[in-house]
């Protein structure tokens, strides 16, 4: 299983951007995809997941109504669409899969994103 994040970049306020997880040996469809960040100076934190089957998606309350996580199974690719940034969504950003396991148990190698 291979994760690979992009689409990571340096922003202003109020800006937008659009995260991909392109993964590989793993069909993102049949498992628990998920976008974790870890703020520098601080702890990872879990912020969207979207589920199997019907796509049944979560977001945590920091970022909820301004990020929205999606798949594309045709590229099997996962997205992070982050709008109306903050200074505080500056973090390293991860995309992360669960496989056969109740814990998100493959990871990427995360995509830096810095808002000014």
């Known amino acids: 299983v291979q994760l690979v994040e992009s689409g990571g970049d340096s922003v202003q306020a109020g800006g937008s951007l659009r995260l991909s997880c392109a993964a590989s040996g793993v069909t993102i469809s049949r498992y628990c995809m998920g976008w974790f960040r870890q703020p520098p100076g601080k702890a990872r934190e879990g912020i969207a997941t979207?589920?199997?089957?019907?796509?049944?998606?979560y977001c945590a309350d920091s970022v909820k109504g301004r990020f929205t996580i999606s798949r594309d199974n045709a590229k099997n690719t996962v997205y992070l669409q982050m709008n109306s940034l903050v200074s505080e969504d500056t973090a390293l950003y991860y995309c992360?899969?669960?496989?056969?396991?109740?814990?998100?148990?493959?990871w990427g190698q995360g995509t830096q994103v810095t808002v000014s």
């Open positions: 979207i589920f199997t089957g019907g796509g049944n998606t």
């Open positions: 992360a899969t669960s496989v056969l396991s109740g814990a998100f148990n493959y």
